[in-house]
């Protein structure tokens, strides 16, 4: 029996040093897989009458088996995106015919091939995902023949076997869904020896799935393109409407910042849970002595026009105030201005668009980078506005898992301290009955948390504000009850670096 030529097709490989983009991130590593397919033989039945003719016998008919099933299993080292080593065990599976002869018998013949290779694989990526590669190599195959024959037909050998080494090549598409697991389709040919002195062609059509297992120290880092200049980019803190100031003329690229920091209604005072804010406006100007600040100050529409502009210019200058005293900014750096009413961010028909309206912005003249620009942590109000009743000060049941909300990060966080503010209503009748009910609401809080929580009393502090921060205007019940509040501002250790 001889077997000629094979014809086969191999379908997606599994395990590849593949070339595609994905693969192309790693210069080097290990990997693994596996393949299976149909492997597919060409066999040569002239060969085969040739061969029985002689012994006195004539072929009425012969029956190929010419396809099978076939696999293998791989490792390979990727040295670079192009070039890799590849080694393997591979199973082509089981090949036959049989022969009706005159007289009357039958010749029966099967081969079994199965054994390991070792290729060079070249790969060349055309896409984001997929690659094409091709491979050669050589492959060491065990062919074991058996033979039988009924009838007339008498086999003298029926079991011979070889062991041969012989070339291989093929080539393939790979596909790579992540970089540490792609999918190839191949075709090989493997050029075998049967156990009768006969050569041929095996082709082998398979599918398989890779597995990297590591990448080399020198990955490709993928390629971004360059951003487009621009004339300025946002400093790294929230801000809801950009602000553009003119940079020097020397200057070719701006960087500017704006804070945001509202004001409770009427009032031009800065509250304590804004001071960290303000730190990130020291930190920058420290870092960059030659960079201006405009404070702009703005109000919502209720009031007059010419109060709002007044009540927005001190709103700015208690900012700029702030900033000289606690951050050491030098005053000519700084520049206070009032818009009143006139510019605002959201619809002061709402009470919420009313308070985003009552607002401080700092802009900060531009700079070029921002290189080692760091912010402490940022002072949290935990603002759970516990309501009251009108002229009432008991905490009630519906506050308690808030509260100890609040313990539980206190206790988590052994070196913040906690001050807890009082607010109150219209509903009171003199500022000093407000200011007192708003001293024991607050006083209250702090009980509750000891009592019921344990928290350390030394570190919680009580502070009543009366009529004097409304935090919504007292003209509908619903801003009443906003105004009868409790906020409990949790205060960081000094960390602010400058």
């Known amino acids: 029996m001889k077997l000629s030529k094979i014809s086969g097709m191999l379908g997606l490989v599994a395990l590849a040093i593949v070339a595609s983009p994905q693969a192309m991130a790693q210069d080097s590593g290990w990997y693994a897989g596996f393949n299976v397919g149909q492997s597919k033989a060409k066999i040569d039945d002239a060969r085969i009458i040739k061969g029985i003719v002689p012994a006195g016998f004539v072929v009425t008919s012969i029956h190929d088996d010419d396809s099978s099933t076939g696999f293998k299993v791989l490792g390979g080292y990727q040295f670079n995106r192009y070039f890799a080593f590849e080694g393997g065990y591979f199973d082509l599976g089981k090949f036959g015919y049989k022969a009706t002869t005159l007289p009357v018998g039958t010749l029966n013949g099967e081969i079994k091939l199965k054994g390991f290779n070792f290729d060079a694989v070249l790969s060349l990526p055309f896409t984001e995902k997929f690659s094409v590669f091709g491979r050669v190599g050589v492959t060491n195959a065990e062919a074991k023949d058996a033979f039988s024959g009924t009838g007339a037909v008498i086999v003298l050998k029926p079991n011979p076997s070889e062991r041969a080494t012989n070339i291989k090549f093929g080539g393939g598409l790979q596909y790579d869904f992540t970089k540490s697991f792609g999918m190839r389709a191949e075709v090989e040919r493997y050029r075998i020896n049967d156990a009768v002195g006969n050569k041929g062609d095996i082709d082998m059509a398979s599918i398989g799935f890779l597995f990297r297992f590591g990448r080399g120290s020198h990955a490709a880092a993928p390629y971004v393109p360059a951003p487009e200049p621009t004339a300025y980019a946002p400093e790294p803190y929230l801000a809801p409407v950009p602000v553009v100031v003119p940079a020097p003329v020397a ?81 000519s750096r700084l520049t206070a201005v009032g818009y009143g009413d006139t510019r605002p961010v959201a619809d002061n028909s709402t009470e919420e668009g009313k308070r ?104 919680l502090t009580a502070e009543g504000f009366g009529k004097t921060r409304r935090f919504a205007y007292s003209t509908t019940l619903e801003g009443q009850q906003e105004n009868r509040r409790v906020n409990i501002i949790i205060n960081y250790p000094n960390t602010t670096k400058r």
């Open 251 to 331: 200057r070719t690229q701006q960087y500017c910042t704006i804070l945001d920091i509202q004001f409770e209604i009427n009032k031009d005072d800065i509250q304590r849970e804004e001071s960290e804010r303000f730190a990130v406006i020291g930190t920058f100007l420290a870092k960059y002595p030659d960079t201006t600040v405009v404070i702009e100050g703005h109000t919502d529409n209720i009031g007059a026009t010419d109060h709002n502009l007044a009540l927005s210019k001190r709103r700015a200058e208690n900012v700029v105030t702030y900033l000289v005293e606690q951050n050491h900014i030098d005053r």
């Open 356 to 459: 985003q309206n009552r607002r401080i912005n700092a802009v900060v003249s531009c700079v070029t980078d921002i290189e080692g620009l760091k912010v402490a942590p940022a002072r949290m109000t935990m603002a759970m506005e516990i309501e009251f009743d009108p002229l009432k000060d008991e905490v009630t049941p519906q506050h308690r898992e808030d509260l100890r909300r609040a313990a539980n990060f206190l206790k988590a966080n052994p070196s913040v301290t906690a001050t807890v503010e009082g607010h109150a209503g219209k509903v009171a009748a003199t500022d000093a009955e407000a200011m007192a009910i708003s001293k024991r609401r607050a006083q209250n809080v702090v009980n509750y948390l000891v009592d019921n929580f344990g928290v350390e009393r030394s570190r």
